[in-house]
């Protein structure tokens, strides 16, 4: 696949973005400086971050309410214009295909934003079920470029920057439009870090204006740009999910922990009876948050198993904040599942972890093992998310 590259990509080269490939196929800012301060600041001051790697589908047309309501497991015939909801899209089987944001425009137009990961098939399964329906799908994702700016000072600083909106008074999942100089956004309430946040979707072609604008009205306020590493750890913090390292069409929602927004009040919607047989009978794994007793974080894949042994003789920690303690030296038993997504969260200052374990270990307590570079490191299934719980942050 032939790399893309945003509308921003010069502007992160010429900051010293270390540009990696990801988000299906956009080059994209893996860090600026170091990830860690960069997660720092975002959770004190503000981070912004080019999210253009997702996708913008347009649906306009008689029939694009009806269209959305089949295709999505969330109810969208209640929503107001003005307003962003959060919906997975299942196959026949139940399995997630993508998790989306939907925004209603009118009732005969809406955007759906998808994952970065599977925007093509994402768009042309919507463009199929279009076909006939009344609607009229359009990829429009290339015309636009999406800004995410996080942190709790961002209200203060595109209450500025932002005119012709009211973004004192916008409330989380709700969007509106402004100008930021002469150019139009759309200004959305939400983010992918936990934080106080706003997305904005910029004119592709007015986008490296508004992103310097924005860097240099921002200095005050401490804005920095991050990059995917932060946006990891911010997540993981917050155990929100991505497509692709987390989500697969291997995986329900109750598998994730996502079915709290299926309406199965609806009657009719792609994958509604395959996920009524799993709610009777319960997925089989479930998507945990792990604090780990570990120096190190886990990789993506790294196995985890329940308790076996447990050696007579404990061993001394040699290294870390634990250094001279005595640890029980353990040995894996049967195989639980794998882990998805581990980092060091600076907030936390903890080694965390997301991981698919069997249902009968994925109880708030449970104690697992983890294989981490070929070690055994033991692990508690823990609450999530592990940070800011109640989302009083990011709502507020």
């Not at 990830?35 to 971050?49: D, K």
């Not at 581990?342 to 104690?367: F, K, N, Q």
Request: net charge negative; aromatic share 8%; proline share 5%.
């Amino acid at each position: 696949m032939a790399e893309r590259r945003s509308a921003l990509y010069d502007a992160h080269v010429r900051a010293g973005a270390q540009m990696v490939k990801g988000g299906g196929d956009f080059l994209f800012p893996a860090s600026y400086t170091s990830a860690v301060a960069e997660h720092v600041n975002t959770r004190s001051n503000i981070g912004m971050q080019d999210l253009s790697s997702m996708g913008e589908v347009d649906i306009k047309g008689p029939g694009a309410e009806r269209l959305l309501n089949h295709l999505l497991v969330n109810e969208i015939r209640d929503m107001d214009p003005g307003r962003v909801r959060y919906s997975t899209i299942c196959n026949p089987e139940g399995g997630i295909m993508d998790d989306v944001t939907v925004y209603k425009f009118h009732d005969e137009h809406f955007m759906v934003v998808t994952s970065s990961g599977p925007r093509l098939t994402t768009h042309r399964w919507i463009a199929d079920h279009a076909i006939g329906a009344g609607a009229y799908v359009t990829d429009i994702t290339a015309t636009i470029a999406l800004v995410s700016v996080q942190g709790p000072k961002s209200r203060e600083l595109l209450s500025q920057m932002v005119s012709d909106a009211d973004l004192d008074t916008l409330r989380f999942f709700r969007f509106t439009t402004g100008s930021i100089g002469e150019t139009q956004v759309l200004v959305s309430r939400s983010g992918y870090t936990g934080e106080l946040g706003f997305e904005l979707y910029i004119p592709a072609d007015e986008a490296v204006g508004i992103w310097e604008r924005l860097r240099a009205d921002g200095k005050e306020h401490g804005l920095k740009p991050y990059g995917s590493q932060t946006m990891h750890t911010l997540r993981l913090e917050k155990s929100l999910p991505l497509y692709g390292p987390d989500i697969s069409q291997d995986q329900t929602p109750f598998h994730v922990g996502l079915d709290r927004w299926i309406r199965f009040d609806k009657r009719d919607f792609i994958g509604r009876d395959a996920l009524l047989a799993v709610q009777d009978s319960g997925p089989e794994q479930r998507w945990v948050g792990l604090t780990l007793d570990a120096q190190t974080a886990a990789d993506p894949g790294d196995v985890v198993s329940s308790i076996g042994d447990i050696d007579a003789v404990r061993e001394e920690i040699q290294s870390g904040p634990r250094a001279g303690e005595q640890e029980d030296h353990v040995h894996p038993g049967e195989q639980l599942g794998h882990v998805t997504v581990s980092h060091w969260c600076p907030t936390v200052e903890r080694h965390l972890a997301m991981a698919y374990v069997d249902t009968s270990h994925a109880w708030i307590g449970s104690r697992v093992v983890v294989a981490i570079n070929d070690r055994p490191v033991t692990a508690t299934v823990a609450p999530t998310p592990f940070f800011d719980p109640d989302g009083r942050r990011m709502k507020g």
